[in-house]
């Protein structure tokens, strides 16, 4: 499997080199790893935000997802404010694919409707697991939950040696009716396949 480039982070990186670390992120081709080990939580949320602005870019939603070609890319974010004002922020002036992107902070108990992107942070994947049961068809799932692949989730975030990388589920997505670009999958750190739910990468 490829390994994607890495774009190391110092841990006393300023600011300034996290922004451009991140927009060459969301420049390139594909999601570059990014090093965040040892890194403040500041620069690990926008290495996360950066991704999640990015993935738009290699799924294909159900047709009708939306309404028009410039209609705007919605991503809810539950349970990491500073990933959602990351996010927010990196969003405010960059569309994706054309689209702008509306970003929007859910509370704990709001529906989890309205979203082509759900970024999900809680305690436990079993946690994940009972969020993604109200989550409609036609949504791309993104779980972190410092733990195992939650059940359910399309794609999901881990720290590997350092590196913020991200393994997907083909039968979450195939049961969301998304198909996941094999340029994605060529980088993610494992895939779930759909026949027996096992790793495959």
Known sequence: ????????????????????????????????????????????????????????????????????????????????????????????????????????????????????????RASSPARITELLAHVPDGVLTVADSDGAHPRGSVLSFSIDEGRVRFGASLEAAARQKLRLSPRLLSIARSVRAPEHGQSVA
């Open 1 to 120: 499997m490829p390994r994607a480039p890495t774009l190391p982070i110092s841990p006393n990186a300023p600011r300034r080199a996290v922004l451009r670390a991140a927009a060459a992120l969301l420049a390139g081709g594909l999601p570059l790893a990014l090093r965040a080990q040892e890194a403040p939580r500041l620069q690990e949320s926008l290495v996360k935000a950066a991704f999640l602005h990015k993935f738009a870019s290699f799924v294909e939603w159900p047709e009708g997802t939306f309404s028009s070609p410039s209609a705007p890319l919605r991503i809810g974010v539950l349970g990491d404010p500073q990933v959602w004002r990351e996010l927010r922020d990196l969003a405010r002036d960059r569309d994706r694919d054309g689209r702008p992107v509306v970003v929007t902070a859910l509370n704990p108990g709001d529906p989890l409707t309205g979203h082509h992107i759900l970024y999900l």
